[in-house]
């Protein structure tokens, strides 16, 4: 809890990567313990920006979704917990190292909900890339049929300027393109 601590106080992605390297060393990850840091994060990600803001959804990139042991725990628990329409956004923002299975029941859950929209489709772009050069499967099918019900035909030229993102046609054209054997 220190490192939390000084993060209020320090609010920089060093602290929370030491949180949780250090919580890793000890061998003792409480499961109390680590939902409390959980509630941390979504805590504070459900509120307007502020400082600490961009290292606290860096941290939940790279220390909690990346993480082979933390991801699906972390998923898990942000879905059970009621998670603001904020905090969605921020999870679906962060979402390429989640397992695509996992990913496209909160897609479809979603769907209904046209505001959820771009961030599904920023999610799913950016899985598509993320699985270059990681061991993320992606479902290219299913994204495809997702990607072709979204509703952002007023956003697809704002989405495809987005600096260093590939375009909405690429993306097509990728999840259109069988996997190689």
Known sequence: MLSLQLFDHFPT????????????ITGNMNPEFTKMIFQTYQDFLSKPASDG???????LFFD??????LQIDAWNYFLENHPSETFLKIMLQNAPPIPYG???????????NTGFHVPI????????????????????????????????????S????????????????????????
């Open 64 to 69: 909690l979704f990346q993480s082979p042991e």
């Open 102 to 112: 996992i990913k496209d029941k909160l897609y479809q859950k979603l769907m209904p």
């Open 13 to 24: 992605a060093y602290f929370l990567m030491n949180l949780w390297l250090n919580y890793r």
């Open 121 to 156: 489709y920023r999610s799913i772009r950016d899985s598509c890339t993320y699985t270059q050069g990681y061991s993320v499967e992606l479902d290219k099918p299913k994204a495809l049929k997702t990607v072709k019900q979204l509703q952002i035909g007023e956003d697809i």
């Open 158 to 181: 704002k989405l495809d300027e987005e600096r260093g993102r590939v375009t909405y046609s690429q993306i097509l054209l990728f999840l259109s393109t069988p996997n190689a054997s």
């Open 53 to 59: 803001y961009e290292a606290m959804e860096h941290s």
